[in-house]
């Protein structure tokens, strides 16, 4: 059995291991306080980033289709410019076959000239009281005016199609211009987006380091609260220990004291039937003593 000294040596070994209890649950709670708190800016941080995605995703799928349409457009100006390029060179090379015909039949009136001379000619003779002479005069001019423009049949052509190219080279410029004005109209209309998605990219990354920043900090207090709960549970485990001790301890004196009852008890009865059976005269005290234990 304990001496006094060791029994109240564990007696007060429980009350500071109790103290230290407290204490240790105030750490505890403010820790668990800070713990939570990291976990709630931490989870604020991840919901502000899914929503910055959400939003940068829907402005990289308007760009994607605002792109393909400029690179659709930029195509297009470019196919139109290039057949500008194209009607440039041919007709070129048409001012220069127009240039050899008008050097080689030495024609210096326009083939437009000669067929309106010729017709104003063809019309005067039906139209003037010419003498005979005068209309065979006029009658050889419009030989020699027809012979010279049959020569220029060929420019004729060349002229056709030096205008026929002439107007698709106007066409095809003019549509390149569209294209080149829609692709400049759809960029500054554009220009705000681009500027939204570089400010959520920026805005994105300050996040994610945020996050991370709050998901690290939530990390060390977990360790601290894991390692000031351990301290917790193995002051407890003290506690219980010593506690198992006293109360062996106090069953033991409890047990102690209920024999020495039992044998003073047992003492006083046999005291009692003695004096009953020598005809003794019994106390109040006996009789007091006699009645409680025969109940």
């Given amino acids: 059995m304990l001496s006094r000294e060791e029994k109240n ?39 502000n980033l899914l929503e910055s995605i959400k939003k940068i ?4 799928s308007k760009n994607d289709g605002f792109n393909s349409e400029v690179e659709n457009l930029k195509k297009e100006r470019d196919r139109h410019n290039a057949l500008v390029k ?8 048409l001012d220069r076959q127009k240039e050899d015909v008008l050097v080689k039949n030495n024609i210096k009136i326009p083939p437009s000239r000669l067929k309106e001379d010729i017709e104003r000619l ?22 020699e005016l027809k012979s010279l ?17 002439s107007r698709m080279i106007n066409e095809n410029r003019s549509v390149a211009d569209d294209h080149h004005k829609k692709i400049i109209q759809l960029i500054n209309e554009n220009k705000k987006s681009f500027d ?6 920026r805005e994105i990354e300050l996040l994610k380091q945020q996050q991370n920043s709050a998901f690290e900090e939530f990390k060390n207090q977990k360790s601290k609260f894991i390692e000031i709960n351990n301290r917790l549970k193995e002051k407890l485990l003290d506690i219980s220990v010593f506690q198992s001790k006293i109360n062996e ?15 003073i008890i047992k003492e006083r009865a046999k005291h009692v039937e003695e004096k009953i059976s020598k005809r003794q005269k019994l106390t ?12």
């Fill in 9 to 47: 040596a564990i007696v007060n070994k429980i009350k500071t291991l109790k103290e230290e209890v407290v204490n240790i649950k105030k750490e505890l709670n403010a820790v668990n306080d800070l713990k939570e708190n990291s976990f709630r800016k931490h989870k604020g941080f991840r919901d």
């Fill in 57 to 60: 995703k829907e402005l990289k």
């Fill in 86 to 93: 194209e009607f440039i060179t041919k007709i070129k090379d």
């Fill in 122 to 143: 063809e019309s005067s003779i039906e139209t003037e009281a010419y003498s005979f002479d005068k209309e065979l005069k006029v009658m050889k001019r419009i030989k």
């Fill in 149 to 165: 423009y049959n020569k220029t049949s060929v420019l004729n052509d060349i002229l056709e199609e030096m205008d026929k190219t």
């Fill in 196 to 201: 939204d998605f570089i400010g959520l990219s």
């Fill in 249 to 263: 301890v106090y069953n033991e004196m409890d047990f102690n004291r209920k024999e020495k009852q039992e044998s």
């Fill in 284 to 295: 109040t005290e006996d009789l007091i003593f006699f009645q409680g234990s025969s109940s």
